[in-house]
């Protein structure tokens, strides 16, 4: 499956964000899928997972609470909803996609989209 991310940007802080992650493929339904993020000189960071069906969705502490993670299978899209951003939260978002339930190494990545914070 090929990944493409989109809708980062520069927001204020406090703000809100809509991450989009379109899939190819039709068996999307059949994958679970989730988003990382890596900020500059850190490593790269769990955000959210949803597992296939939307059965079970999980979220980062440090998101809890402000971000979404949903899924639209008849578009084949991911979305990730951030609300009350901080500069903490600015980083490259990735979406990922797996075939198994609820793997600790993805195997499909998209490329990226930048968010950025202000203070």
């Known amino acids: 499956v090929q990944l493409q991310a989109s809708g980062g940007g520069l927001v204020q802080a406090g703000g809100s964000l809509r991450l989009s992650c379109a899939a190819s493929?039709?068996?999307?339904?059949?994958?679970?899928v989730g988003w990382f993020r890596q900020a500059p000189g850190r490593e790269r960071e769990f955000v959210a997972s949803k597992t296939m069906h939307g059965r079970r969705t999980v979220y980062s502490d440090s998101v809890k609470g402000r971000f979404a993670i949903s899924r639209d299978d008849d578009k084949n899209t991911v979305y990730l909803d951030m609300n009350s951003l901080t500069p903490d939260d600015t980083a490259v978002y990735y979406c990922?996609?797996?075939?198994?339930?609820?793997?600790?190494?993805?195997?499909?990545w998209g490329q990226g989209t930048q968010v950025t914070v202000s203070s």
């Open positions: 493929g039709r068996t999307f339904s059949l994958y679970s």
């Open positions: 990922v996609a797996d075939e198994r339930y609820s793997p600790k190494d993805w195997v499909y």
